[in-house]
Nanobody
Framework: QVQLVESGGGLVQPGGSLRLSCAASGMIFRLYDMGWYRHAPGRQRELVADITSGGSTNYADSVKGRFTISRDNAKNTVFLQMNSLKPEDTAVYYC?????????WGQGTQVTVSS
């Protein structure tokens, strides 16, 4: 059974940085496409960034140039480095694992950007 555990969220001032981690278990991590999504109150859940099993990356326009997704297959972990954070980045961030159109989700980690 796939398990995804996010960490690294918190409260940060505008312009600050956070690094989210997602530790995966119960799966052959290197075979999965991994992604980060976010859900803010009153808005639909949206894709932030994803990285394929082969290492190709994709970003939402709103985070391009500020966020970087990466993966460490040896540690079964995917990361999201978030720089130049803005109040509109405030949301619950979820880790996603996908293979053969089957999705698995973590429990989410709260990111709050506020002064």
């Amino acid at each position: 059974q796939v398990q995804l555990v996010e960490s690294g969220g918190g409260l940060v001032q505008p312009g600050g940085s956070l690094r989210l981690s997602c530790a995966a278990s119960g799966m052959i991590f290197r075979l999965y496409d991994m992604g980060w999504y976010r859900h803010a109150p009153g808005r639909q859940r949206e894709l932030v960034a994803d990285i394929t099993s082969g290492g190709s990356t994709n970003y939402a326009d709103s985070v391009k140039g500020r966020f970087t997704i990466s993966r460490d297959n040896a540690k079964n972990t995917v990361f999201l480095q978030m720089n130049s954070l803005k109040p509109e980045d405030t949301a619950v961030y979820y880790c996603n694992a996908k293979r053969y159109s089957k999705d698995s989700w973590g429990q989410g980690t709260q990111v709050t950007v506020s002064s």
